[in-house]
């Protein structure tokens, strides 16, 4: 059905990264990379063998003012984890099967076919009239670790557009 058995990578949301950082730290996690967005970045931080972990927040200033990541973080806190993406060999084969099960997405595949990254997000999940948890399929080709900052910001916007956020 197009699935790998693995997590691609597993993502936080906060108020604060290097904070919520510490715990992966002391877990012998390191940090990567850093991805900036219009309102929102993400510190990526990695340990061989595991998930890579995504850890976002909105900026402190005026850019972070339009982001849905601190209404999420004070409705859920920074402790919940907000999504798993799960590697997929085909990431359409991948979606046939679960819309067949009832799956939803929240809208199309983010990359272009035969790219180094495509990634989609389920609807999010409800809870009491909030968008709360989503799971991403990852398609990755080529040897391709990283993530693309055009891509994560489309992802963010299409829960944004089914949450109402």
Do not use: C
């Not at 999010?124 to 693309?148: C, I, K, M, Q, W």
Request: aromatic fraction near 12%; proline fraction near 5%.
């Amino acid at each position: 059905m197009g699935f790998f058995p693995l997590a691609d990578h597993l993502t936080f949301r906060t108020d604060h990264i290097d904070r919520r950082a510490e715990e992966f730290l002391r877990l012998g996690y390191r940090f990567s990379e850093t991805l900036q967005y219009e309102d929102w970045f993400a510190k990526v931080y990695r340990k061989p063998g595991y998930p890579a972990l995504f850890i976002d927040q909105a900026y402190e200033d005026e850019r972070g003012r339009t982001s849905i990541i601190p209404g999420w973080v004070a409705k859920f806190g920074d402790r919940t984890l907000h999504h798993i993406a799960v590697r997929v060999e085909d990431i359409e084969l991948a979606m046939d099967h679960l819309q067949r099960a009832g799956v939803r997405f929240a809208g199309p595949v983010v990359g272009e076919r035969g790219g180094p990254l495509r990634q989609v997000f389920t609807v999010p999940e409800d809870v009491n009239g909030v968008a709360f948890s989503v799971v991403e399929l990852t398609e990755r080709h080529e040897g391709y670790l990283g993530f693309s900052p055009p891509q994560a910001d489309s992802l963010m916007k299409s829960t944004a557009r089914k949450s109402g956020a």
